[in-house]
């Protein structure tokens, strides 16, 4: 088995061992092993018919600072420029006014996991109001809240999500963000591959407008208890509408930092089947690298893809 020198990538051969660690090398990589997709083009919302979803990566080494103190401006800025990237839109309002209007309601889903910690950060969740309310949406039509989000009475939903690699589901990122929008997690945990079940809930299905992950300080190590050697600064923001192309690009990043770590293959157990099935099942994006355009903006030292 060959193995990049810098361990920033994971061998196809690795996940074509028995039929589930097949199953997310196809995430991982397209059925032909092609890599991501180069951008063309300024970047349009996905949609199911579209040949291509877009993800946006962004980052910034400025976002966090001495003490793991996280930089509110910073982020603002990097999830300003992304969204303005993804929407195709020069300025800012317009960017996000092509998602929300003033009589929407809107969800604001982000994770406050007490199991494992690895919460959203409060600059991210701030950040995406502030720019809601400025598109015409009033405070009381907001709800920005992990458990107990009304989401019957949204009319839109904004996927926020933390990177965390998980002990039940393999990594949990937008395809995980949902579950508590049912009433039986524990349902979803074991076996996950049903993940994607909950985007088409009626009260759920065709709500995300967008997706914005917060790839501040994720976690690459095994849990349920935190090491804090496996959470690393990683500066990012990530802006898409594909939970299933976010995803696959967060797992593919985790991975190689458990390998860069490692110095060696240190696969991500249990397989995160969740993506795949989304893709192949649910119909929810796609997991083919292929089929991702993957737009890269900002610090580049270490990124890992």
Known sequence: MRKKKNGSLVTRRDF?????????????????????????????????????????????EKAIGTGDKIDPAAVQEMIDTAIKEFSGEAEVAKAWSKFFRANDTVGVKFTRCNWMRVHTEQAVIDAIVRRVEEAGVT???????DGGLP??????????????????TGIAVSLKNYINFTSQPSKYHAPSTNLGE???FPEVKGKT?????????PYFGPGPQINPLHRWNYCGVMVSNDPVAVDTVCLK??????????????????PPDSIYSADKNYKLGTSDPAKIKLVKLGWEKDILI
């Open 151 to 168: 989401v019957t009475k949204c009319t839109a939903l904004i996927n926020v999500p933390s990177v965390k690699v998980h002990t039940l």
């Open 209 to 217: 407008r967008l997706i914005v992950v917060d790839m501040l300080r």
């Open 139 to 145: 405070k009381d039509r907001i709800f920005a809240q």
């Open 16 to 60: 074509i061992k028995g039929a589930a660690l097949g199953a997310l090398g196809i995430a991982l990589y397209g059925k032909d092993g092609r890599p991501f997709a180069a951008p063309k083009s300024r970047s349009v919302p996905f949609a199911a018919e579209n040949p291509q979803s877009t993800v946006v990566l962004i980052r910034d």
């Open 198 to 200: 909950i985007f088409l």
């Open 253 to 270: 990043i985790c991975q190689a930092k458990r390998n860069l770590f490692r110095g060696e293959e240190w696969p991500i157990s249990p």
